[in-house]
């Protein structure tokens, strides 16, 4: 039943305010404060922002790992308690259980709602849509970085979830695998049209995939820019476009890794 | 290379000992050579004493052990579950642990009598406390990631524990297993050795009674060739695949 009640938004997932602090030994560190920003259903959105910005932290405060000190998280008007199904995560390192082949991974969220040849199933059309149909058996350890980042999105595809979260995904992989695997997402985005939060902090790489991306800017954490990237898929690296973009947030980003040098550095001096 | 490096060397060995008896002249009652030895073993193995110790030494071996075992890692669970429990129980097991298992005979002895019940007690101490530590540490050295991945899978509770806690752990269990039967074999040895037979303890303490030295230097051997053949091939083989295949190798 995905009818719409009338009155309802159209907001999807919904930021009001939300504030993260951190207290240790009575010092209150504040590592986000008042986000508010909107997701629409199906969009592709980027959290760019330099280290220690606060982007992984509001990421898994959508996954429900996280509390917000202040504010709330809504989807499609519930606010996020706890973690659920209907939001898959992928994070950095891939996170499959050693203990389990490849198929037994991506039927893991699966046990609970339906039987073991279904689950098999919908595993393996997942193993497909990442093109390790001829892993099944194998055991993690067998594949490499980037087969076993697409091991996880299937997992986290598997549950069908209707907001995929991605927390620096493809940050611990060289260069060719990562633009081989933005190809496929992009793909797997275009063919599902789920919708997608990406953590990174390469601007490159939201700026190739993403609809929007929030610019984030840190100690403490707040949306910077929230730009919208109009430019037709695939995305080629040199057109003007791309460019001029890229430049533009480099710029934003720059301002915002010198206070953080600055502060460091006053920091060590002290 | 390295088995043809271990076959001269343990040949050498056994050259060295044979001539170095022969030359000496030292009596058979006090250091016998090899050939002596070898013979007694043979004897032993033909009129069946020596097969009858193996099976009732691996009997209460295995039923210790896997008491043991099962105990220590259900204590293990629970120490790293519960703090409280772990800052009390937790002390007491480590002050346990260091008590050698054999101490515990005289109490075993008189609670049980000098018979089965007491060996196997003692090795049950022996395998207990060090599972109860590896299985505490396993648990407690999950990765975080592991438990979050699976919590964004609708994991908790019961289930999280069952299929990722406890599997995640394996490679510490394992560790703690193979301790757990180099402490079950010790102190099945000093068990049998004090109390009662058949066993190979046993028959050691009886061939020293009668002056027996090459049947006392053959069940010595058996001893030592059991000991290291199961830690070598079974415990460390399961140990390298476990750790291989949890990802943990360093290279």
Redesign the interface.
């Known amino acids: 039943m995905n009818y719409k009640k009338r009155g309802e938004s159209d907001m999807f997932l919904e930021f009001k305010n939300v504030t993260k602090e951190y207290t240790n030994q009575n010092i209150v560190n504040t590592v986000l404060t008042d986000i508010n920003v909107t997701v629409n259903e199906g969009e592709f959105v980027s959290i760019l922002g330099p280290s220690g910005c606060g982007k992984s932290t509001l990421l898994?405060m959508v996954?429900?790992?996280n509390k917000a000190t202040n504010g709330e998280i809504l989807l499609q008007g519930k606010p996020i308690t706890k973690?659920?199904?209907e939001?898959?995560?992928v994070?950095q390192?891939a996170?499959l259980?050693?203990?389990l082949t490849v198929e037994e991974n991506v039927m893991?969220?699966l046990h609970?709602e339906m039987s073991k040849k279904e689950a098999k199933e919908r595993a393996q059309y997942y193993l497909k849509m990442v093109q390790l149909s001829n892993y099944l058996r194998h055991?993690?350890?067998e594949l490499s970085g980037g087969m076993q980042q697409r091991v996880a999105i299937a997992?986290?595809l598997a549950?069908d979830p209707t907001v995929l979260?991605m927390d620096e995904p493809f940050g611990a992989l060289d260069e060719q695998t990562r633009s081989r695997l933005h190809g496929e997402l992009e793909k797997i985005w275009l063919d599902t049209k789920k919708t997608i939060l990406f953590v990174t902090h390469s601007i490159q790489e939201s700026i190739k995939l993403s609809d929007r991306i929030l610019v984030m800017g840190t100690r403490p954490g707040i949306i910077l820019e929230d730009i919208k990237v109009d430019i037709p898929r695939p995305r080629k690296q040199s057109r003007d476009e791309i460019v001029e973009l890229e430049s533009r947030i480099s710029n934003l980003l720059e301002k915002e890794i010198d206070k953080v040098v600055k502060e460091e550095l006053a920091y060590a001096h002290s | 290379m390295p088995t043809v490096k271990r076959i001269i060397f343990f040949a050498s060995l056994l050259i060295i000992w044979e001539v170095a008896v022969k030359l000496s002249g030292v009596s058979v009652a006090v250091m016998p050579a090899p050939t002596d030895v070898f013979g007694a073993l043979f004897r032993g193995f033909a009129d069946l004493t020596l097969v009858f110790d193996l099976i009732a030494s691996f009997r209460r071996l295995f039923i210790g052990m896997i008491l043991g075992v099962i105990i220590g890692a259900a204590l293990g669970v629970v120490l790293a579950k519960y703090k409280t429990a772990d800052e009390t129980l937790g002390t007491l097991v480590l002050a346990l642990q260091s008590v050698p298992s054999i101490v515990w005979l005289p109490i075993a002895i008189m609670w049980f009598g000098l018979n089965e019940t007491s060996v196997i007690f003692i090795i049950i101490l022996g395998a207990t406390f060090v599972m109860t530590i590896n299985m505490r540490m396993g648990i407690k050295n999950v990765s975080p990631?592991?438990i979050?991945?699976?919590?964004?899978?609708?994991?908790?509770g019961m289930d999280l524990f069952r299929?990722?806690i406890f599997?995640?752990s394996?490679p510490y269990a394992v560790t703690g297993l193979k301790l757990a039967w180099a402490f079950s074999w010790r102190a099945l040895m000093a068990g049998e050795l004090l109390s009662t037979g058949p066993g190979l303890g046993y028959t050691l303490r009886f061939a020293s009674d009668f002056g027996d030295m090459a049947l006392v230097i053959g069940v010595m051997i058996i001893i030592g060739t059991v000991g290291s053949v199961m830690d070598l091939f079974v415990f460390q083989r399961i140990e390298k695949n476990v750790i291989?295949?949890?990802?943990l190798e360093t290279e």
């Open positions: 898994s996954a429900g790992l973690p659920g199904k939001r898959g995560m994070f390192q996170a259980f050693p203990w893991f969220p609970e055991s993690p350890h997992r986290a549950m979260l | 990631l592991y979050r991945a699976a919590q964004t899978m609708g994991s908790k299929r990722v599997p995640a394996i291989r295949r949890w990802g």
